[in-house]
């Protein structure tokens, strides 16, 4: 099984301020999907952004971007004018492109955004 | 709106007393999930579905099976709770194609007592 490890149990950011949050992944397939969830205090997860492997271009979604360095294995998401609303834990998942449905998730980051 | 839905919210069972979480979808996805998760840590996968056929995850316990009877509805049947089974239990659905995320639903608080 692929394994996603995540090193930063807990991060803090200043409201208004940008945050990097780390993500890497071992694996041996050349074809897969890379996702970042979050998950508010007490409410469901939620997708916040997606990579595919085979794109060079990194995938942004608003105030959301993403670090994808294949050769590294490494997947680092960017939270840019940080607001309160962005509180949560937030997971790094990956999804192989040829071997079944799982999703393997890392132990996850937790946000604290500070007014 | 289209979404996954888990019933109850929260369920509090006793030692060894039988307890069925449920999972609804109007997403009409092929795929269904059943994690569990602990506090402060990664959603542990337990099983999934991909239309009926059942995937176990190797370190599933037996204690724990699920049904899936039409493509709307999971299962989540735990036989004989431990106290280590209380925990988030999250559905989440999928279209069997690999490019797309997972929808979650807002989990089932577990306590056993």
């Known amino acids: 099984a692929q394994t996603v490890t995540q090193s930063q149990p807990e991060m803090s950011v200043q409201e208004a301020e940008t945050v990097t949050l780390s993500c890497t992944y071992d694996t041996s397939e050349s074809d897969y999907y890379l996702f970042w969830y979050k998950q508010p205090p007490s409410r469901q997860m939620i997708l916040v952004i997606r990579q595919e492997a085979y794109k060079q271009q990194n995938a942004t979604e608003n105030r959301f971007s993403v670090n994808f360095q294949k050769a590294a294995k490494s997947f680092s998401l960017k939270i840019s004018d940080s607001q309160l609303g962005d509180a949560a834990m937030y997971f790094c998942?990956?999804?192989?492109?040829?071997?079944?449905?799982?999703?393997?998730f890392g132990t996850g980051t937790s946000l604290t955004v500070i007014p | 709106d289209a979404m996954v839905i888990q019933n109850p919210r929260y369920q509090v069972t006793q030692f060894g007393k039988p307890v069925t979480l449920s999972c609804s979808q109007t997403?009409?996805?092929?795929?269904m999930y059943w994690y569990q998760q602990k506090s402060s840590q990664a959603p542990k996968l337990l099983f999934h579905y991909y239309d009926k056929d059942f995937n176990n995850e190797a370190d599933t316990p037996d204690n724990f099976q699920s049904r899936r009877p039409n493509t709307s509805f999971c299962f989540l049947d735990i036989r004989s709770p431990g106290l280590g089974d209380a925990a988030m239990y999250l559905c989440a659905t999928s279209v069997g194609a690999t490019y797309n995320e997972q929808f979650f639903g807002p989990g089932t608080r577990l306590t056993v007592l």
């Open positions: 997403l009409n996805h092929n795929v």
């Open positions: 998942a990956y999804r192989s492109a040829n071997t079944g449905n799982q999703f393997y």
